[in-house]
């Protein structure tokens, strides 16, 4: 036995089925997406013990603390609320028109969170247009936007496709035979559920609730607009007031909060594959009687809350804005190339990157296994401010041929939404049945030559649906861009941050426009993956 081998087994309990070049390449990859945010431990140690304690424990750093942890759970909760019923309502149920809204209630996950927090600041503010519409009828006053509630509601409208969309993953995979097994036992639909189909369902519901959280706790700029101090305004706030101590010291007490999140996840999950052949068909929905029509008010109420409250003040900051006009802020073709080329390219770097990490951790229940897949996480959860921070500490100081350059920009977007694709492709694993594999090994193909030839042509479609969610991130991405971008790299995005940042509003509406329609494009690209027999 070899010593890389021994070395190993002693690490999973001796499980002498772990394939040692799957192994170490998974460790490799997970290494290298967390060796960047090694920064933060250097940055932390180099504080003095005394002042780390004043700052740790200070009245500001609990409040920021409370605030975060507020937010990700207010936005968890609502995300579950929404996302359930609603992939619910768009598989199982003879909704109306379900192909549609199976669409439609997934595309809030285009719009980036900064744009919607603002237009719901714009509509709803003190002085916003949903103030003026109500004033000629005697109401001054409206519910306050700002703040914790403010934040919870924006967000979640923008993050609850990712509970939608695993959720109606596992349904669609679901046999539905074990439900009318349950109902032949005189159990309720409402029993059948909890008993059968909830158990089932569970862990794609963690996974989404998982991401949610994640993106809920690292976003930037819904909190910064809204005025809510959470970790990720303090630490930026902190940056620019060349307070990097402090800032060290607050990323390490975030990405404590992210290990607490990513071991409750780990709890309530499982490995449990499910396998069905006939979910999602019409002699399997559940039929809603006389609620078939008003039932469409759900998924009709939250996609017009989250799609046309921005779309309504992208108009109006169109016509109405009288700004002269600035050549140097006009719109060009090549950022749209721009964003394209290095949103693609990210996404085929993060499925071939979440291949092996997916593989290993639904084939091999070891800890191992489980460590590497958790530690791809991490970069979702970092602020992008502070993993693009990382990045210029590490390319500045050690690697300055690749400091500002497309690489190091690509590899910032792969580390920030690796998780993605390996949930994706993790999810597509667990489905194909083992017997497969085994009568593929019995025919005497190789470990490889099954994967090749049985489970990668089963997966190909959650690899496919993986690479376009990175992709459609990626496009939307505002912090990794602005910091790391090559100098006179002009993207979609951008764009719309230097419309907003000089106040002409007028030249972030046509880019604004079309990142949603391309980000549009990649959701359906996601929904066609699902494989169910209606399709689109």
């Known amino acids: 036995m070899s010593r890389i081998q021994r070395i190993i087994d002693r690490a999973t309990d001796g499980d002498d089925r772990l394939p040692p070049g799957l192994t170490l390449l998974s460790a490799a990859i997970a290494a290298t997406l967390v060796f960047p945010l090694a920064w933060l431990v250097i940055e932390a140690v180099t504080v003095e013990p005394a002042r780390a304690r004043e700052l740790l424990f200070s009245r500001a750093t609990g409040e920021v603390l409370l605030n975060s942890l507020l937010l990700m759970a207010g936005v968890t909760g609502l995300s579950i609320v929404l996302g359930v019923p609603l992939a619910y309502l768009t598989v199982r149920t003879d909704l109306p028109f379900r192909w549609f809204w199976s669409v439609v209630v997934a595309l809030p996950l285009v719009v980036p969170s900064y744009v919607g927090a603002f237009a719901f600041v714009s509509a709803f503010g ?13 109401i001054e006053r409206i519910p306050e936007i700002y703040g914790l509630p403010g934040s919870i509601l924006v967000i979640t409208l923008y993050t609850y496709p990712y509970v939608y969309l695993s959720t109606r993953a596992a349904l669609l995979s679901f046999d539905t035979t074990l439900i009318e097994a349950a109902r032949s036992l005189n159990h309720g639909r409402a029993e059948a559920f909890r008993r059968v189909t909830l158990p089932v369902i569970r862990p794609a519901v963690a996974a989404g609730s998982l991401l949610s959280a994640l993106y809920a706790v690292s976003d930037f700029g819904t909190p910064s607009i809204m005025r809510l101090s959470v970790f990720t305004r303090q630490i930026y706030v902190e940056y620019n007031a060349f307070g990097r101590d402090y800032a060290a010291l607050l990323s390490l007490q975030l990405l404590g909060v992210v290990l607490v999140v990513l071991a409750l996840e780990w709890l309530v999950r499982s490995n449990r594959a499910v396998h069905g ?32 409250v921005p779309l309504w003040i992208l108009f109006l900051w169109l016509v109405r804005s009288d700004a002269g006009r600035r050549p140097s802020m006009a719109f060009e073709a090549v950022q749209v190339l721009n964003s394209l080329s290095v949103s693609l390219a990210a996404a085929v770097v993060a499925a071939l990157a979440a291949l092996p990490v997916a593989y290993f951790a639904a084939t091999h229940g070891s800890l191992l296994a489980t460590l590497f897949e958790r530690a791809t996480y991490v970069g979702f959860a970092v602020p992008g401010i502070v993993l693009a921070l990382a990045l210029v500490y590490f390319g500045s100081g050690y690697l300055p041929g690749l400091y500002q350059t497309l690489p190091l920009l690509v590899f910032a977007y792969v580390v920030r939404f690796l998780p993605q694709a390996v949930g994706s492709t993790r999810t597509s694993i667990l489905g194909v049945d083992p017997r497969l594999v085994e009568a593929g090994r019995t025919l005497g193909e190789s470990s490889m030559g099954a994967f090749r030839r049985v489970t990668f042509p089963l997966t190909r479609s959650g690899i496919v649906a993986g690479a376009a969610l990175v992709f459609l991130t990626t496009m939307k991405e505002l912090p990794v861009t602005l910091i790391l971008r090559p100098s006179g790299f002009e993207t979609i995005v951008t764009q719309i941050w230097r419309a907003q940042e000089t106040a002409l509003y007028q030249y972030a509406v046509v ?10 494009l990649s959701m359906v690209v996601i929904l066609a993956q699902e494989g169910s027999e209606e399709g689109l």
């Open 126 to 138: 003190p002085q916003g247009e949903f103030h003026d519409l109500l004033a000629p009828l005697g």
């Open 277 to 308: 052949d006939d979910a999602g068909t019409s002699r399997d929905l559940v039929r809603l009687g006389r609620w078939r029509w008003p039932a469409t008010l759900v998924p009709a109420s939250v996609a017009a809350t989250a799609l046309l």
């Open 511 to 520: 880019p604004t426009l079309i990142l949603l329609v391309i980000s549009g």
